[in-house]
Protein backbone atom coordinates (compact mmCIF):
# COMPACT_ATOMS: atom_id res chain seq x y z
CA UNK A 1 0.00 0.00 0.00
CA UNK A 2 2.75 2.34 0.84
CA UNK A 3 4.48 1.37 -2.48
CA UNK A 4 1.14 2.34 -4.43
CA UNK A 5 0.74 5.64 -2.85
CA UNK A 6 4.45 6.52 -2.86
CA UNK A 7 4.02 6.09 -7.28
CA UNK A 8 1.29 7.79 -6.98
CA UNK A 9 3.07 10.52 -5.34
CA UNK A 10 5.83 10.40 -7.60
CA UNK A 11 2.99 10.92 -10.46
CA UNK A 12 1.83 13.77 -9.11
CA UNK A 13 5.39 15.36 -7.94
CA UNK A 14 7.13 15.01 -11.41
CA UNK A 15 5.16 16.82 -13.60
CA UNK A 16 4.73 19.52 -11.27
CA UNK A 17 8.42 19.74 -10.95
CA UNK A 18 8.85 19.88 -14.41
CA UNK A 19 6.24 22.16 -14.97
CA UNK A 20 7.56 24.47 -12.40
CA UNK A 21 11.64 24.19 -13.95
CA UNK A 22 9.86 25.07 -17.45
CA UNK A 23 8.10 27.92 -15.68
CA UNK A 24 11.58 29.16 -13.76
CA UNK A 25 13.31 28.41 -17.46
CA UNK A 26 10.79 31.09 -18.60
CA UNK A 27 10.26 33.71 -16.57
CA UNK A 28 13.92 33.71 -14.99
CA UNK A 29 12.76 35.03 -12.05
CA UNK A 30 16.22 36.06 -10.96
CA UNK A 31 16.61 38.11 -14.63
CA UNK A 32 20.23 36.15 -15.40
CA UNK A 33 20.09 33.42 -17.60
CA UNK A 34 23.69 31.40 -18.17
CA UNK A 35 24.37 29.55 -21.33
CA UNK A 36 27.32 27.57 -21.31
CA UNK A 37 28.64 25.85 -24.73
CA UNK A 38 31.27 23.76 -25.86
CA UNK A 39 31.85 23.51 -29.58
CA UNK A 40 31.52 19.82 -29.59
CA UNK A 41 27.34 19.91 -28.29
CA UNK A 42 24.49 20.96 -29.25
CA UNK A 43 22.40 23.94 -28.19
CA UNK A 44 19.03 25.21 -28.14
CA UNK A 45 20.00 28.75 -27.52
CA UNK A 46 23.56 28.49 -29.50
CA UNK A 47 24.16 27.91 -32.88
CA UNK A 48 27.11 26.10 -33.96
CA UNK A 49 30.12 28.27 -35.83
CA UNK A 50 30.01 28.87 -39.51
CA UNK A 51 30.98 28.91 -42.27
CA UNK A 52 32.24 25.49 -42.98
CA UNK A 53 34.87 27.07 -45.57
CA UNK A 54 36.41 29.16 -42.27
CA UNK A 55 35.66 26.92 -39.77
CA UNK A 56 36.69 23.60 -38.63
CA UNK A 57 35.04 20.20 -37.72
CA UNK A 58 35.07 19.70 -34.09
CA UNK A 59 38.33 17.95 -32.63
CA UNK A 60 40.15 16.89 -28.98
CA UNK A 61 43.49 17.87 -28.85
CA UNK A 62 45.60 15.77 -26.35
CA UNK A 63 44.04 16.90 -23.13
CA UNK A 64 40.47 15.92 -24.13
CA UNK A 65 39.44 19.24 -24.40
CA UNK A 66 36.87 19.94 -27.58
CA UNK A 67 38.20 23.02 -30.09
CA UNK A 68 37.14 24.10 -33.53
CA UNK A 69 39.89 26.24 -35.56
CA UNK A 70 38.93 29.30 -37.36
CA UNK A 71 41.18 29.80 -40.55
CA UNK A 72 38.91 32.65 -42.52
CA UNK A 73 37.15 36.06 -41.57
CA UNK A 74 34.41 36.54 -40.34
CA UNK A 75 32.74 33.24 -38.28
CA UNK A 76 30.00 33.46 -37.24
CA UNK A 77 27.00 32.20 -34.91
CA UNK A 78 23.40 33.06 -34.02
CA UNK A 79 21.99 32.98 -30.78
CA UNK A 80 18.39 32.24 -29.70
CA UNK A 81 17.28 33.52 -26.70
CA UNK A 82 13.90 32.37 -25.65
CA UNK A 83 12.45 35.80 -24.24
CA UNK A 84 13.53 39.46 -23.92
CA UNK A 85 16.84 40.41 -22.30
CA UNK A 86 18.23 43.84 -21.80
CA UNK A 87 22.03 42.69 -22.09
CA UNK A 88 24.32 39.83 -23.15
CA UNK A 89 27.64 39.16 -21.19
CA UNK A 90 29.89 37.27 -23.50
CA UNK A 91 32.93 35.10 -21.90
CA UNK A 92 35.04 33.30 -25.04
CA UNK A 93 36.91 30.45 -24.29
CA UNK A 94 39.94 30.49 -27.04
CA UNK A 95 44.19 29.87 -28.18
CA UNK A 96 45.54 32.30 -30.30
CA UNK A 97 49.29 33.29 -30.94
CA UNK A 98 48.53 34.44 -34.59
CA UNK A 99 46.18 36.25 -35.59
CA UNK A 100 46.95 40.14 -34.69
CA UNK A 101 43.38 41.24 -33.69
CA UNK A 102 40.30 39.50 -32.67
CA UNK A 103 37.35 40.94 -31.44
CA UNK A 104 33.41 39.58 -30.79
CA UNK A 105 30.94 41.30 -32.78
CA UNK A 106 26.97 41.73 -32.72
CA UNK A 107 25.25 42.63 -36.17
CA UNK A 108 23.65 46.24 -35.00
CA UNK A 109 22.51 47.75 -38.48
CA UNK A 110 20.49 45.07 -40.92
CA UNK A 111 20.58 48.04 -44.02
CA UNK A 112 24.46 48.94 -43.47
CA UNK A 113 25.35 44.85 -42.33
CA UNK A 114 27.57 46.82 -39.69
CA UNK A 115 28.80 45.04 -36.76
CA UNK A 116 29.69 46.70 -33.11
CA UNK A 117 32.56 45.06 -32.22
CA UNK A 118 34.74 44.70 -29.02
CA UNK A 119 38.01 43.62 -28.67
CA UNK A 120 38.96 39.99 -27.39
CA UNK A 121 42.69 39.54 -28.13
CA UNK A 122 44.94 42.40 -29.67
CA UNK A 123 48.69 41.09 -29.76
CA UNK A 124 50.23 44.24 -30.98
CA UNK A 125 49.15 45.65 -27.94
CA UNK A 126 49.90 42.71 -25.85
CA UNK A 127 53.53 42.52 -27.81
CA UNK A 128 54.16 46.13 -27.76
CA UNK A 129 57.23 46.66 -25.47
CA UNK A 130 56.65 50.42 -24.89
CA UNK A 131 55.85 51.77 -21.55
CA UNK A 132 52.14 51.60 -20.72
CA UNK A 133 49.63 53.43 -18.55
CA UNK A 134 46.66 52.07 -17.56
CA UNK A 135 43.32 53.66 -15.61
CA UNK A 136 39.10 53.32 -16.16
CA UNK A 137 40.14 50.36 -19.24
CA UNK A 138 41.62 53.32 -20.98
CA UNK A 139 45.74 52.04 -22.02
CA UNK A 140 48.66 54.84 -23.24
CA UNK A 141 51.18 53.34 -25.13
CA UNK A 142 54.60 55.40 -25.25
CA UNK A 143 57.38 55.35 -27.41
CA UNK A 144 59.45 57.68 -25.37
CA UNK A 145 57.87 58.54 -21.97
CA UNK A 146 56.56 62.11 -22.29
CA UNK A 147 53.08 62.04 -20.70
CA UNK A 148 52.57 61.21 -16.78
CA UNK A 149 49.24 59.99 -17.21
CA UNK A 150 46.34 59.32 -19.45
CA UNK A 151 44.47 62.56 -18.22
CA UNK A 152 47.30 64.71 -19.11
CA UNK A 153 47.61 62.84 -22.80
CA UNK A 154 43.96 63.46 -23.35
CA UNK A 155 44.44 67.64 -22.18
CA UNK A 156 47.25 68.47 -24.53
CA UNK A 157 47.90 65.39 -27.05
CA UNK A 158 50.75 65.58 -29.22
CA UNK A 159 50.05 65.97 -33.12
CA UNK A 160 47.67 64.15 -34.56
CA UNK A 161 49.88 62.20 -36.68
CA UNK A 162 52.06 60.67 -33.62
CA UNK A 163 48.80 58.66 -32.25
CA UNK A 164 47.41 55.60 -33.33
CA UNK A 165 44.11 54.26 -31.84
CA UNK A 166 42.68 51.41 -30.92
CA UNK A 167 38.75 51.07 -29.62
CA UNK A 168 39.28 54.48 -28.24
CA UNK A 169 38.19 58.24 -29.26
CA UNK A 170 39.78 61.50 -28.78
CA UNK A 171 37.61 63.92 -27.69
CA UNK A 172 40.37 67.20 -29.00
CA UNK A 173 38.32 68.87 -31.51
CA UNK A 174 40.05 69.39 -34.88
CA UNK A 175 40.89 72.53 -36.14
CA UNK A 176 41.73 73.34 -39.88
CA UNK A 177 44.32 76.64 -39.73
CA UNK A 178 43.86 78.79 -42.67
CA UNK A 179 40.35 77.59 -43.66
CA UNK A 180 37.94 79.76 -45.68
CA UNK A 181 34.17 78.76 -46.76
CA UNK A 182 33.55 79.29 -50.69
CA UNK A 183 30.24 80.07 -52.46
CA UNK A 184 30.80 78.13 -55.45
CA UNK A 185 29.88 74.11 -56.06
CA UNK A 186 31.47 71.18 -57.41
CA UNK A 187 30.49 67.78 -58.50
CA UNK A 188 32.22 64.74 -57.73
CA UNK A 189 31.46 62.41 -60.32
CA UNK A 190 31.42 58.98 -59.35
CA UNK A 191 29.06 56.04 -58.53
CA UNK A 192 28.51 54.64 -55.46
CA UNK A 193 26.65 51.27 -54.02
CA UNK A 194 25.29 50.94 -51.05
CA UNK A 195 25.65 52.73 -47.28
CA UNK A 196 28.97 54.62 -46.96
CA UNK A 197 30.22 57.19 -44.42
CA UNK A 198 32.22 60.33 -45.10
CA UNK A 199 33.10 63.21 -43.35
CA UNK A 200 33.53 67.08 -44.48
CA UNK A 201 34.49 70.51 -42.46
CA UNK A 202 32.24 73.36 -42.09
CA UNK A 203 33.22 76.92 -40.77
CA UNK A 204 31.24 79.88 -41.41
CA UNK A 205 28.89 78.24 -43.83
CA UNK A 206 26.16 75.88 -44.74
CA UNK A 207 26.50 72.02 -44.50
CA UNK A 208 24.74 70.93 -47.45
CA UNK A 209 24.98 68.31 -50.26
CA UNK A 210 22.55 67.04 -52.89
CA UNK A 211 22.51 63.79 -54.06
CA UNK A 212 21.52 61.79 -57.04
CA UNK A 213 20.84 58.05 -57.07
CA UNK A 214 19.14 55.62 -58.97
CA UNK A 215 17.50 52.44 -57.24
CA UNK A 216 18.45 49.92 -58.84
CA UNK A 217 15.71 46.86 -58.21
CA UNK A 218 18.30 44.30 -58.05
CA UNK A 219 16.91 42.75 -54.77
CA UNK A 220 13.52 42.76 -53.72
CA UNK A 221 11.95 45.61 -50.71
CA UNK A 222 11.44 48.96 -50.42
CA UNK A 223 14.79 50.78 -50.77
CA UNK A 224 14.25 53.92 -48.30
CA UNK A 225 17.14 56.65 -48.59
CA UNK A 226 17.98 57.87 -44.73
CA UNK A 227 20.96 60.81 -44.75
CA UNK A 228 22.17 61.32 -40.89
CA UNK A 229 24.16 64.07 -40.07
CA UNK A 230 26.36 63.77 -36.34
CA UNK A 231 29.21 66.44 -34.90
CA UNK A 232 32.30 65.11 -33.82
CA UNK A 233 30.81 63.74 -30.38
CA UNK A 234 28.06 61.68 -32.45
CA UNK A 235 25.29 63.57 -31.66
CA UNK A 236 22.45 63.96 -34.50
CA UNK A 237 22.59 67.52 -36.00
CA UNK A 238 20.58 66.87 -38.53
CA UNK A 239 19.07 64.68 -41.47
CA UNK A 240 17.03 63.97 -44.94
CA UNK A 241 15.22 60.92 -46.09
CA UNK A 242 13.17 59.66 -49.34
CA UNK A 243 10.74 56.93 -50.21
CA UNK A 244 11.20 54.19 -52.34
CA UNK A 245 10.72 54.48 -55.84
CA UNK A 246 7.78 52.83 -56.37
CA UNK A 247 9.44 49.34 -57.70
CA UNK A 248 9.89 46.87 -54.22
CA UNK A 249 10.33 43.96 -57.04
CA UNK A 250 13.69 42.50 -58.01
CA UNK A 251 13.22 42.84 -61.45
CA UNK A 252 16.51 44.98 -61.87
CA UNK A 253 14.46 47.61 -63.75
CA UNK A 254 16.02 50.56 -62.48
CA UNK A 255 14.85 54.17 -61.72
CA UNK A 256 15.28 57.41 -63.33
CA UNK A 257 18.07 59.61 -61.53
CA UNK A 258 16.53 60.53 -58.08
CA UNK A 259 18.10 63.47 -55.89
CA UNK A 260 18.08 63.82 -52.08
CA UNK A 261 19.50 66.99 -50.50
CA UNK A 262 20.47 67.89 -46.38
CA UNK A 263 20.75 71.93 -46.22
CA UNK A 264 21.79 72.55 -42.18
CA UNK A 265 22.44 76.18 -41.63
CA UNK A 266 24.64 78.07 -38.31
CA UNK A 267 26.67 74.62 -37.45
CA UNK A 268 29.72 75.38 -35.17
CA UNK A 269 33.40 75.29 -36.54
CA UNK A 270 34.40 71.34 -37.23
CA UNK A 271 34.17 68.11 -38.44
CA UNK A 272 30.99 66.89 -39.15
CA UNK A 273 30.28 62.77 -40.30
CA UNK A 274 27.48 62.15 -43.18
CA UNK A 275 25.91 59.05 -43.01
CA UNK A 276 24.14 57.78 -46.26
CA UNK A 277 22.45 54.64 -44.60
CA UNK A 278 20.89 52.50 -47.30
CA UNK A 279 20.84 49.31 -48.59
CA UNK A 280 22.67 47.69 -51.92
CA UNK A 281 20.17 48.71 -54.17
CA UNK A 282 21.08 52.37 -53.93
CA UNK A 283 23.74 53.43 -56.42
CA UNK A 284 25.10 56.99 -55.91
CA UNK A 285 25.89 59.03 -59.30
CA UNK A 286 26.90 62.42 -58.24
CA UNK A 287 27.52 64.50 -55.64
CA UNK A 288 27.21 68.38 -55.57
CA UNK A 289 28.22 70.71 -53.11
CA UNK A 290 29.78 73.73 -51.51
CA UNK A 291 32.16 72.12 -48.90
CA UNK A 292 35.49 72.15 -49.26
CA UNK A 293 36.41 69.18 -47.62
CA UNK A 294 35.29 65.51 -47.85
CA UNK A 295 36.52 62.43 -47.53
CA UNK A 296 35.02 58.89 -47.12
CA UNK A 297 36.17 56.49 -44.28
CA UNK A 298 38.01 53.13 -45.08
CA UNK A 299 36.08 51.83 -47.39
CA UNK A 300 33.95 52.46 -50.04
CA UNK A 301 32.10 50.22 -52.21
CA UNK A 302 33.07 51.39 -56.54
CA UNK A 303 28.99 50.68 -58.11
CA UNK A 304 29.02 49.43 -61.81
CA UNK A 305 27.50 51.72 -64.48
CA UNK A 306 25.22 49.40 -65.93
CA UNK A 307 22.08 51.29 -67.24
CA UNK A 308 23.87 54.99 -66.17
CA UNK A 309 26.58 55.69 -68.90
CA UNK A 310 28.55 53.02 -71.19
CA UNK A 311 31.14 52.70 -71.32
CA UNK A 312 31.95 52.63 -67.26
CA UNK A 313 34.24 55.07 -66.97
CA UNK A 314 37.75 55.10 -64.82
CA UNK A 315 37.60 55.93 -61.01
CA UNK A 316 40.58 58.20 -59.70
CA UNK A 317 40.84 58.45 -55.76
CA UNK A 318 43.79 59.60 -53.64
CA UNK A 319 44.03 58.63 -49.85
CA UNK A 320 46.92 58.43 -47.44
CA UNK A 321 46.17 54.41 -46.44
CA UNK A 322 49.17 52.17 -46.91
CA UNK A 323 47.04 48.94 -47.01
CA UNK A 324 44.24 48.62 -49.42
CA UNK A 325 42.67 45.76 -51.18
CA UNK A 326 40.12 45.31 -54.28
CA UNK A 327 37.42 42.90 -55.10
CA UNK A 328 34.49 42.61 -57.70
CA UNK A 329 31.59 39.92 -57.58
CA UNK A 330 31.47 39.87 -61.12
CA UNK A 331 33.51 39.27 -64.25
CA UNK A 332 33.36 42.59 -65.62
CA UNK A 333 34.86 43.88 -62.88
CA UNK A 334 37.96 42.12 -63.26
CA UNK A 335 40.44 44.95 -63.81
CA UNK A 336 43.86 46.55 -62.77
CA UNK A 337 44.16 48.50 -60.14
CA UNK A 338 47.46 50.92 -60.01
CA UNK A 339 49.29 53.63 -57.53
CA UNK A 340 52.83 55.05 -58.50
CA UNK A 341 54.80 52.04 -59.62
CA UNK A 342 52.69 49.42 -58.28
CA UNK A 343 49.97 47.44 -60.24
CA UNK A 344 47.35 44.46 -58.74
CA UNK A 345 45.19 42.57 -60.81
CA UNK A 346 41.31 41.72 -59.87
CA UNK A 347 41.71 38.25 -62.09
CA UNK A 348 38.66 36.50 -61.46
CA UNK A 349 35.60 37.58 -59.22
CA UNK A 350 35.74 37.30 -55.30
CA UNK A 351 39.65 37.10 -55.83
CA UNK A 352 40.97 40.06 -53.42
CA UNK A 353 44.08 41.96 -54.80
CA UNK A 354 46.25 43.79 -52.30
CA UNK A 355 48.14 46.76 -52.77
CA UNK A 356 50.98 48.31 -50.51
CA UNK A 357 51.74 52.03 -50.44
CA UNK A 358 55.46 52.25 -49.05
CA UNK A 359 55.33 55.84 -50.00
CA UNK A 360 54.62 58.65 -47.62
CA UNK A 361 51.86 61.06 -47.76
CA UNK A 362 48.66 60.99 -50.04
CA UNK A 363 49.01 58.95 -53.02
CA UNK A 364 46.59 58.45 -56.16
CA UNK A 365 44.67 55.37 -56.57
CA UNK A 366 43.82 54.45 -60.48
CA UNK A 367 41.29 51.52 -60.82
CA UNK A 368 39.79 51.15 -65.06
CA UNK A 369 36.46 51.21 -64.02
CA UNK A 370 34.17 51.11 -60.96
CA UNK A 371 32.46 47.54 -59.87
CA UNK A 372 35.18 46.92 -57.29
CA UNK A 373 34.53 46.80 -53.33
CA UNK A 374 37.87 48.85 -51.99
CA UNK A 375 39.47 48.57 -48.27
CA UNK A 376 41.76 50.62 -47.07
CA UNK A 377 43.00 51.53 -43.51
CA UNK A 378 42.79 55.22 -44.36
CA UNK A 379 40.27 58.08 -45.52
CA UNK A 380 39.22 58.59 -49.65
CA UNK A 381 38.79 61.73 -51.27
CA UNK A 382 37.46 61.65 -55.11
CA UNK A 383 38.85 65.40 -55.55
CA UNK A 384 42.56 66.26 -54.50
CA UNK A 385 41.29 69.42 -53.45
CA UNK A 386 39.32 67.46 -50.97
CA UNK A 387 41.22 65.56 -48.80
CA UNK A 388 41.94 66.06 -45.42
CA UNK A 389 42.43 63.97 -42.24
CA UNK A 390 40.98 64.78 -39.08
CA UNK A 391 41.03 61.57 -37.53
CA UNK A 392 44.22 59.67 -35.90
CA UNK A 393 45.91 56.44 -37.31
CA UNK A 394 43.52 53.56 -36.46
CA UNK A 395 45.26 50.44 -35.18
CA UNK A 396 44.37 47.82 -37.56
CA UNK A 397 46.35 44.27 -37.84
CA UNK A 398 49.01 45.38 -40.43
CA UNK A 399 49.92 49.03 -39.05
CA UNK A 400 53.06 49.36 -39.27
CA UNK A 401 53.76 52.08 -36.26
CA UNK A 402 57.20 52.62 -37.24
CA UNK A 403 56.42 53.39 -41.00
CA UNK A 404 54.34 55.96 -39.87
CA UNK A 405 55.81 57.98 -37.15
CA UNK A 406 53.08 56.92 -34.46
CA UNK A 407 54.65 57.94 -30.80
CA UNK A 408 51.37 57.10 -29.08
CA UNK A 409 48.76 53.98 -28.95
CA UNK A 410 45.85 55.18 -27.01
CA UNK A 411 43.42 51.68 -26.37
CA UNK A 412 39.85 50.72 -24.70
CA UNK A 413 41.48 47.57 -23.94
CA UNK A 414 41.63 44.52 -21.35
CA UNK A 415 43.75 41.55 -22.18
CA UNK A 416 42.08 38.48 -22.02
CA UNK A 417 42.95 36.41 -19.26
CA UNK A 418 44.80 32.89 -18.91
CA UNK A 419 42.53 29.72 -17.84
CA UNK A 420 44.35 26.83 -18.29
CA UNK A 421 45.72 26.45 -21.74
CA UNK A 422 43.18 28.80 -22.59
CA UNK A 423 42.41 32.53 -23.26
CA UNK A 424 38.96 33.82 -21.48
CA UNK A 425 38.21 37.38 -22.99
CA UNK A 426 35.23 39.12 -21.80
CA UNK A 427 32.63 41.50 -23.85
CA UNK A 428 29.34 43.10 -23.13
CA UNK A 429 26.66 44.43 -25.93
CA UNK A 430 23.48 46.40 -25.40
CA UNK A 431 20.63 44.18 -26.56
CA UNK A 432 18.80 47.46 -27.93
CA UNK A 433 21.73 48.30 -30.24
CA UNK A 434 21.28 44.22 -31.50
CA UNK A 435 19.25 43.41 -34.59
CA UNK A 436 16.80 40.77 -33.60
CA UNK A 437 16.11 39.00 -36.83
CA UNK A 438 13.87 35.50 -37.07
CA UNK A 439 13.84 35.24 -33.29
CA UNK A 440 18.09 35.28 -33.13
CA UNK A 441 20.83 37.60 -32.45
CA UNK A 442 23.86 37.47 -35.23
CA UNK A 443 27.60 37.43 -33.57
CA UNK A 444 30.97 37.45 -35.60
CA UNK A 445 34.53 36.14 -34.72
CA UNK A 446 36.32 39.08 -36.68
CA UNK A 447 39.96 37.88 -37.22
CA UNK A 448 41.17 40.59 -39.79
CA UNK A 449 44.21 39.31 -42.25
CA UNK A 450 43.74 35.92 -40.63
CA UNK A 451 43.82 34.62 -43.91
CA UNK A 452 46.51 36.44 -45.86
CA UNK A 453 49.03 35.54 -42.73
CA UNK A 454 48.07 32.28 -43.20
CA UNK A 455 47.24 32.48 -39.25
CA UNK A 456 44.45 30.26 -37.24
CA UNK A 457 42.77 30.54 -33.89
CA UNK A 458 41.07 28.00 -32.00
CA UNK A 459 37.35 28.76 -30.31
CA UNK A 460 37.09 26.35 -27.12
CA UNK A 461 33.79 27.88 -25.43
CA UNK A 462 31.12 30.29 -25.77
CA UNK A 463 29.46 31.26 -22.26
CA UNK A 464 26.70 34.19 -22.42
CA UNK A 465 24.96 35.62 -19.63
CA UNK A 466 21.90 37.12 -20.64
CA UNK A 467 20.61 39.49 -17.98
CA UNK A 468 17.14 41.41 -17.36
CA UNK A 469 15.47 43.09 -14.38
CA UNK A 470 14.36 40.58 -11.79
CA UNK A 471 10.96 38.87 -12.44
CA UNK A 472 8.08 41.32 -10.61
CA UNK A 473 4.53 40.37 -9.96
CA UNK A 474 3.72 43.48 -12.77
CA UNK A 475 6.08 41.00 -15.24
CA UNK A 476 3.66 38.15 -14.06
CA UNK A 477 0.32 40.39 -14.85
CA UNK A 478 1.71 40.97 -18.26
CA UNK A 479 3.22 37.56 -19.14
CA UNK A 480 -0.26 36.01 -17.88
CA UNK A 481 -2.01 38.77 -20.33
CA UNK A 482 0.40 37.81 -23.20
CA UNK A 483 2.39 41.32 -23.05
CA UNK A 484 5.75 40.15 -22.52
Known amino acids: MFLIR ?55 NEQGEWFQTVTGDPAFFFVHPHRSFDTVQADIWFQNDTVPIVELGVLGDEQSQSYSLEPLQN ?8 PRIGSNGLVLLQRQTSYPSINAFLENPPPMSEIATYQ ?23 SLRGFHEFKTYI ?49 ANPSELRRVSVAIPSL ?7 ALQVDRDIFWRTVTTSQQKMVFLNNVFLADE ?40 VTVPYARCELEVTEEGVQEVMTERGDLEVTTDGHIA ?8 PDPVRLVYNTDLDRLGINYVIASYTSPRREGNWYVAHATFDTSKMVFDKGAWKFVIS ?9 SMNVGRIDLTLLRDPFSWTDLYEYLAGKN
Open 203 to 251: KDEMLAFDFAYMDMNRDEGADGISILVTNADGVPVGDARASDDGNTLSD
Open 6 to 60: FIQLLLILIPISLFGWLWHQEIVPSGTFLITHSVNEASPFIDRLLPDQRVSEPEQ
Open 168 to 190: ANLTQPFVLDDYAPESSSVVVDV
Open 382 to 389: FLPGMYFN
Open 268 to 274: PEGVYKV
Open 447 to 455: TPGITSLGA
Open 123 to 130: LILDRLNW
Open 306 to 345: VAYREPAQSVHFWTEAKHLAFVTRHAEGVQSVSTGLRVCV
